[in-house]
Antibody, heavy 121, light 107 residues
Framework: EVQLVESGGGLVKPGGSLRVSCAAS????????MIWVRQAPGRGLEYVSS????????YYADSVKGRFTISRDNAKNSLYLQMNSLRTDDTGLYFC??????????????WGQGTMVSVSS | DIQMTQSPSSLSASVGDRVTITCRAS??????LGWYQQKPGKAPKRLVS???SLEGGVPSRFSGSGSGTEFTLTISGLQPEDFATYYC?????????FGPGTAVDIK
């Protein structure tokens, strides 16, 4: 079964750090770019970061640039998001998703269920 | 960064209604736009990509159109399972950006 499973969320104080992970299975992880998307409680979807299949290209939303680092380990079929200098407005559900450009219609075609990150004193 | 707007932000409709949601980009993005549906407590689900290509398994009552800066998602004959929030996503330029969403609820 093709799936993504996030983990590592939790409660952290402002200024703290957290690393969330995304385990992929059922497909050739190393062939795909991956993306993190977050959703604050009761709010809309927000793009966070992208990483290409070989980690050559990294992109970040302005809101997290300089504080978050995306990475992957293709040998372990895993995606990571290291979050430093966390702020209360980083609170939300963090989804990983597969960016599929293999067809003529690129799409975020596989999503995980999300992991909750709460930043509060 | 490219800014995305959606209208309306919410709407109430009845089963069987035709519903149209509009998404506008702050600059031209060709047809590099997707539509996603999200139900409460669930991950988003892809509906349309490349502005008008319906994803496999998505009912044909959904359709997308547009290019450049203005795009629409139309649901022809709203069904009970369609009550959800709909987001557009531009993937023309990094960082990608989502629209703020349109919540469709039951009248």
């Amino acid at each position: 079964e093709v799936q993504l499973v996030e983990s590592g969320g939790g409660l952290v104080k402002p200024g703290g750090s957290l690393r969330v992970s995304c385990a992929a299975s059922g497909f050739s992880f190393s062939d795909y770019s991956m993306i993190w998307v977050r959703q604050a409680p009761g709010r809309g979807l927000e793009y966070v970061s992208s990483i290409s299949s070989t980690s050559s290209y990294l992109y970040y939303a302005d809101s997290v640039k300089g504080r978050f680092t995306i990475s992957r380990d293709n040998a372990k079929n895993s995606l990571y998001l290291q979050m430093n200098s966390l702020r209360t407005d980083d609170t939300g559900l963090y989804f990983c998703a597969r960016w599929n450009t293999a067809t003529h219609s690129p799409a975020l075609d596989i999503w995980g269920q999300g992991t909750m990150v709460s930043v509060s004193s | 960064d490219i800014q995305m707007t959606q209208s309306p932000s919410s709407l109430s409709a009845s089963v069987g209604d035709r519903v149209t949601i509009t998404c506008r980009a702050s600059q031209g993005i060709r047809s590099d736009l997707g539509w996603y549906q999200q139900k409460p407590g669930k991950a988003p689900k892809r509906l349309v990509s490349a502005a008008s290509s319906l994803e496999g398994g998505v009912p044909s009552r959904f359709s997308g159109s547009g290019s450049g800066t203005e795009f629409t998602l139309t649901i022809s004959g709203l069904q009970p399972e369609d009550f959800a929030t709909y987001y557009c996503l531009q993937f023309n330029t990094y960082p990608f950006t989502f629209g703020p969403g349109t919540a469709v609820d039951i009248k």
